[in-house]
């Protein structure tokens, strides 16, 4: 899942994340920028949502899978 560039940006190069797994207390995310491709950790509400966009979609979308893929 994309993040809005408005509501977050790579810590590295300023390029547009993606929410690529997820559980209770992280999300991770990964740069799309093919030259950086940085990826971490962040809280779930690290993108000022309040934990009300982001996360619960991911988490849905995880789980629908199966819940063990990591690819949310």
């Known amino acids: 899942m994309k993040v809005n560039i408005r509501d977050g940006q790579c810590r590295t190069c300023g390029?547009?994340?993606?929410?690529v797994d997820?559980?209770?207390?992280?999300?991770t995310v990964e740069c799309t920028e093919s030259t950086c491709?940085?990826?971490?950790?962040v809280e779930t509400d690290a993108f000022g949502d309040g934990c009300m966009t982001y996360?619960?979609?991911v988490m849905a979308r995880k789980?629908?899978?199966?819940?063990?893929?990591?690819?949310a």
């Open 15 to 19: 390029g547009t994340l993606e929410i």
């Open 22 to 27: 997820a559980d209770d207390a992280t999300m």
């Open 37 to 41: 491709a940085d990826s971490y950790d």
């Open 55 to 57: 996360w619960p979609a």
């Open 63 to 71: 789980l629908w899978k199966g819940g063990d893929d990591n690819d």
